[in-house]
């Protein structure tokens, strides 16, 4: 090719690069805001910090899934990685919340605490991520309304192999 080509994104394409250019700008103030609300919630910013620690394991999980499987980052799997984040977080919380008020109100140790809820929110954490994950079943399956957006992955995929 001629050295006067140029190759540039257009369309769609220029409009999704432009959108993700601010995408780490938007992740901090997320996380930030996060960080701010829990603090305020639980007047302490240092189970904040407990709560938020659990998110980067989660999100190199999901990163390493998506490499393992040979899936792309694409919006499908951001999507994916956002309630990823969101359960994990939530889980993180009822169990913290349920650790500080057994040791607030009941007088046990931090160890002791966070054990007996690891032990009696297990099964409502069980329960609320297994109704996330089949929930998402029928879009990843390409079943049901919406569907159409995912079948077209799973088509080109089959027929790639």
């Not at 998110?55 to 919006?75: E, R, W, Y």
């Not at 966070?114 to 954490?125: D, E, M």
Request: hydrophobic content about 55%; aromatic content about 8%.
């Amino acid at each position: 090719m001629p050295a006067s080509f140029q190759i540039r994104f257009q369309g769609a394409a220029l409009a999704f690069q432009t959108s993700l250019s601010n995408e780490l700008f938007l992740i901090l103030a997320a996380i930030v805001t996060m960080y701010t609300v829990l603090g305020v919630l639980y007047e302490s910013f240092i189970h904040s910090i407990t709560i938020l620690s659990t998110l980067p394991s989660a999100g190199v999980g999901a990163l390493l899934s998506l490499t393992t499987t040979g899936n792309d980052l694409d919006i499908i799997g951001i999507i994916g990685i956002v309630l990823l984040i969101g359960i994990v977080k939530k889980n993180a919380i009822v169990m913290i919340d349920f650790a500080l008020e057994a040791e607030r109100e009941g007088g046990k140790s931090p160890r002791d605490a966070i054990f007996q809820a690891c032990l009696l929110r297990f099964r409502p954490i069980l329960v609320t991520t297994m109704a996330a994950l089949l929930g998402a079943l029928p879009l990843m399956l390409g079943w049901g309304a919406g569907s159409e957006f995912c079948a077209g992955r799973w088509a080109l995929r089959l027929s790639a192999a």
